[in-house]
C-alpha cells in the first residue's frame, strides 16, 4: 500500500456518492432481499455457501430494532422458501445491544430460535472493542440457554483473543479474522505480521479446544497457514470453512473451492450500503486510489 493510496482512501467521504455506489455493486448484493437471493443463489450454483446480513448498524431508537428484526425474519422465510444453502449474519448493534442488552438478547434469541427450527444458523458479528465483552456475554446467554445455532466471531488483532477462544463455551462455532476497526494499540496489535501470527496461532487454539472455525481471511499467506494446520491435524472438511466478502479476491476463492475445502461467502444487501461500501474501500486502499485519481482525470466508467 502506498502513502498515497492511504491518503486517497481517507479521502473517500469527499466522493459523490453515486461513484462510491457504482463500485460498490461489487461488495453488495443490492438494496433489496430479492436481489439478494438471487446472489446466493448464483453462489449455491457455484459450490458456494453463504451468509446474508442486512447492512446496518448502531441503532439508537427502538423502532429501528423492531425493524431489524422483522428484515432478519423475512431474510429467513426467504432462505427457507427459496432452499439456499446460507445462514445469517448479524450485527448486535443493529438489535439493540447499545440501547439495552436484555432487548438485544430478546430479539437475537427470538431469531436463533427461528433459524434453530428451519435447520440453519445465525452468526453474531464482532464490531468495535465497545461491543466485544457484551457480544461475548451475549453468546454465552443464548448458549447457556441450549441454542446450539449461534456463533460468534473473534478478531485476531485484539490482544484479548486469545484469553477469549479459553472462555468460550464448549462446542463453540468461531469465526477467526483479522478485524477491520481502528482501535488504540493498548488493545490490538497494528502490525501485520503480528496480527497473522496471532491469527495463526488463534486458529490452532481454536482446533484445540475441538470448535468448528470459520476461516474468514482473504490473505494468501494465512490461507496457507490454515491449509498446512488442517493437513497437519488430519481435519475433515465438516470440522471447518474459509469464509471470504462477496467481490473480493475471487481468484484466491476459486482456488479454495479447487482444494476441496468449503467455503462461504458474506452478502450484505440493504438501503445502508453507503457506510459499509466506505469501510470495504478503506481496507483496500488500492481501489479507493484507483476510484480516486480516476475520478479526477474523468476516465471512471
Known amino acids: 500500500m502506498s502513502a498515497i493510496d492511504y491518503i486517497l482512501a481517507r479521502s473517500l467521504p469527499l466522493v459523490p456518492k ?5 463500485v460498490s455493486r461489487r461488495y453488495i448484493a443490492g438494496d433489496g432481499l430479492r436481489e439478494a437471493v438471487v446472489a446466493v443463489r448464483e453462489l449455491n450454483g457455484e ?4 451468509t446474508l446480513d442486512v447492512l446496518g448498524e448502531s441503532v439508537t431508537d427502538r423502532s429501528l430494532v423492531e425493524a431489524a428484526a422483522r428484515e432478519y425474519g423475512e431474510a429467513l422465510r426467504s432462505i427457507i422458501e427459496a432452499r ?6 448479524v450485527k448486535p448493534t443493529q438489535f439493540g445491544l447499545k440501547i ?3 432487548l438485544c438478547l430478546e430479539k437475537v434469541r427470538g431469531l436463533v430460535r427461528l433459524a434453530r427450527e428451519a435447520g440453519t444458523f445465525v452468526r453474531l458479528d464482532m464490531e468495535d472493542s465497545s461491543c466485544t465483552s457484551p457480544t461475548l456475554d451475549l453468546y454465552r446467554r443464548l448458549r447457556a440457554e441450549d441454542l446450539a445455532s449461534v456463533g460468534v466471531v473473534l478478531q485476531a488483532y485484539m490482544r484479548r483473543s486469545l484469553k477469549d477462544v479459553k472462555d468460550l463455551p464448549e462446542g ?3 469465526r477467526l479474522c483479522k478485524g477491520i476497526y ?5 488493545i490490538a496489535y497494528r502490525d501485520r505480521a503480528l496480527v497473522n501470527k496471532n491469527f495463526v496461532h488463534l486458529l490452532e487454539a481454536l482446533f484445540d479446544r475441538g470448535f468448528y472455525v470459520g476461516i474468514a481471511t482473504h490473505d494468501e499467506e494465512l490461507v496457507w497457514e490454515a491449509y498446512r494446520i488442517i493437513e497437519r491435524r488430519k481435519l475433515l472438511p465438516a470440522s471447518y470453512e474459509f469464509q471470504m466478502l462477496l467481490g473480493v479476491a475471487e481468484p484466491l476463492r476459486g482456488r479454495i473451492l479447487r482444494d ?9 444487501f440493504g438501503s445502508h450500503w453507503y457506510a459499509y461500501s466506505l469501510r470495504r474501500l478503506k481496507e483496500n486502499p488500492r481501489i479507493a486510489g484507483y476510484i480516486l485519481s480516476s475520478l479526477f482525470r474523468g476516465r471512471l466508467s
Open 18 to 22: 453515486p461513484i462510491v455506489r457504482r
Open 172 to 174: 463453540a462455532n468461531v
Open 100 to 102: 439495552d442488552f436484555d
Open 84 to 89: 439456499l444453502d446460507s445462514n445469517l449474519s
Open 182 to 186: 481502528i482501535e488504540p494499540p493498548e
Open 260 to 268: 476441496g475445502h468449503r467455503l462461504r461467502v458474506y452478502v450484505p
Open 47 to 50: 459450490g458456494l455457501m453463504a
